[in-house]
């Protein structure tokens, strides 16, 4: 069995565990998501990561009594062949762990550089993730131990008719285009917005706000690649 642990600091945990259940189904591979709120929930059994969306700076902050996200960085330094998604705020923290720690994606990134909440929007986003296939499925929700329930499929409508991803940017941060340093996997027009670096894939919108289930695929087969010492 695969185990995916999901920062539960902020953003859009639910649906991103709707979202890799869901594509989990369709790819025929039995895994369980572990919800990350204590460094005590992180050992050497989880097999990949997911860091959602949210504040950055309120996620470090919330994150200290636990030690949550100073574990999840311990984590990936141990586990270097492991693969991490992180989207939106999570992009900033593998872009800018802090405290003298090298990033863990070579690019350089900005926070909010799209602007406030009203600025956001949603847009045709080119995205190129070899081997792995558009997929929209669904499974049922149902409310955890704090009466939380994801967004069912669907709730974020998309009026984009092709096979461009679309892009949910929402107080999005902003990769610098002179400051990339990995494989770019993601633009809007001109403007990158997803990075690959190794088994670390960061993005600045929310896949797990749309019905193209691509980065979460992505993020199972990097664990079904892994080798046993990995």
């Given amino acids: 069995m695969m185990r995916v642990g999901l920062a539960?600091?902020?953003?859009a945990r639910h649906e991103h565990e709707e979202a890799l259940m869901s594509i989990a189904e369709v790819l025929n591979q039995n895994i369980e998501v572990v919800h990350l709120r204590?460094?005590?929930?992180?050992?050497?059994?989880?097999?990949?990561?997911?860091?959602?969306?949210?504040?950055?700076?309120t996620m470090r902050i919330a994150s200290r009594s636990e030690g949550l996200l100073e574990s999840i960085y311990e984590w990936m330094e141990?586990?270097?062949?492991?693969?991490?998604?992180?989207?939106?705020?999570?992009?900033?923290?593998?872009?800018?762990?802090?405290k003298n720690r090298s990033p863990f994606?070579?690019?350089?990134?900005?926070?909010?550089a799209w602007g406030r909440q009203r600025q956001s929007f949603?847009?045709?986003?080119?995205?190129?993730l070899e081997g792995v296939a558009n997929h929209g499925a669904s499974i049922?929700?149902?409310?955890?131990?704090?009466?939380?329930?994801?967004?069912?499929?669907?709730?974020?409508?998309?009026?984009?008719?092709?096979?461009?991803f679309p892009g949910v940017f929402i107080r999005a941060p902003r990769f610098d285009n002179d400051g990339v340093g990995c494989e770019v996997i993601a633009q809007l027009d001109d403007e990158i917005v997803g990075v690959r670096d190794g088994s670390k894939c960061a993005v600045t919108f929310h896949p797990e706000l749309t019905n193209d289930r691509r980065f979460h695929a992505w993020l199972l087969n990097k664990i079904s690649e892994l080798s046993p010492t990995d």
């Fill in 8 to 11: 539960m600091l902020q953003g």
């Fill in 38 to 57: 204590t460094a005590s929930d992180l050992d050497d059994s989880i097999h990949g990561l997911v860091l959602p969306g949210g504040e950055s700076t």
């Fill in 78 to 98: 141990t586990h270097p062949n492991r693969p991490v998604l992180g989207t939106c705020a999570g992009a900033i923290l593998l872009a800018s762990p802090g």
């Fill in 105 to 112: 994606i070579k690019v350089n990134i900005s926070r909010n």
């Fill in 122 to 128: 949603e847009a045709a986003v080119d995205v190129t």
């Fill in 140 to 164: 049922s929700r149902t409310p955890d131990a704090f009466g939380h329930t994801p967004l069912a499929v669907g709730d974020v409508e998309s009026e984009i008719q092709s096979d461009a």
